[in-house]
């Protein structure tokens, strides 16, 4: 899969080596400059310690299973221009290299609700799915009963060991960024049409 992140930096240069000082014990594979240069710091064959604990549908070591693209944001302003437009030049290349599915593109705080928020909510899903380098759900046409916001967020990948409102935040920070209210219909509908692009149940699912 592919990880996406921000660096929570404003600076490219301090993320660069940040992201090089083995004191950090942290790397991605590639960093992404406010000005859409792009960085490689690892190579794609070799594992990245960006990703951390968490997990997306059955893989629980998100690292040994990704490449982790970083994006210099402090994650308080909107990306950049040149660096969707870099990131749109690099993701269908690496989606194409190894057979990743716009499916399996996500945020940290996809993969690690509650412990990571990024790329955040400025970030443009929409215009990637766009593109399709990710997806975007249409709603259901009708709203599934409440109950069921565990199960379906499971099957769309969210299987993360956290409380249902963590769990509403980063599956929210990503389709429905503006919303504040208590677990909705809204929110129902949209969870139940993104569901139905997983037809294998995440929670057995080995990929």
Request: net charge negative; aromatic share 8%; with cysteine.
């Amino acid at each position: 899969m592919v990880v996406l992140h921000y660096t929570a930096m404003a600076e490219t240069v301090a993320a660069r080596d940040w992201l090089c000082n083995p004191e950090a014990e942290v790397s991605a594979h590639y960093l992404i400059s406010t000005t859409g240069d792009l960085i490689q710091m690892v190579d794609e064959d070799q594992r990245a310690w960006h990703a951390g604990a968490g997990r997306w549908g059955a893989v629980t070591d998100v690292n040994s299973r990704s490449i982790g693209i970083e994006i210099t944001n402090t994650g308080a302003q909107p990306f950049s221009e040149p660096q969707m437009a870099c990131l749109e030049a690099l993701l269908p290349r690496v989606l194409a290299r190894w057979q990743i599915a716009p499916e399996r593109v996500i945020g940290h705080s996809d993969m690690a609700p509650g412990r990571k928020q990024d790329p955040g909510r400025r970030f443009d899903w929409r215009r990637l799915a766009l593109r399709g380098l990710a997806i975007w759900p249409e709603p259901a046409p009708e709203a599934p009963a409440p109950s069921s916001f565990r199960q379906l967020a499971a099957t769309a990948g969210y299987t993360a060991e956290v409380s249902d409102e963590t769990l509403l935040d980063a599956f929210r920070a990503r389709f429905r960024p503006w919303a504040l209210e208590p677990l909705s219909s809204e929110d129902m509908a949209l969870l139940s049409g993104l569901a139905a692009r997983f037809p294998v149940d995440r929670r057995t699912a080995s990929a």
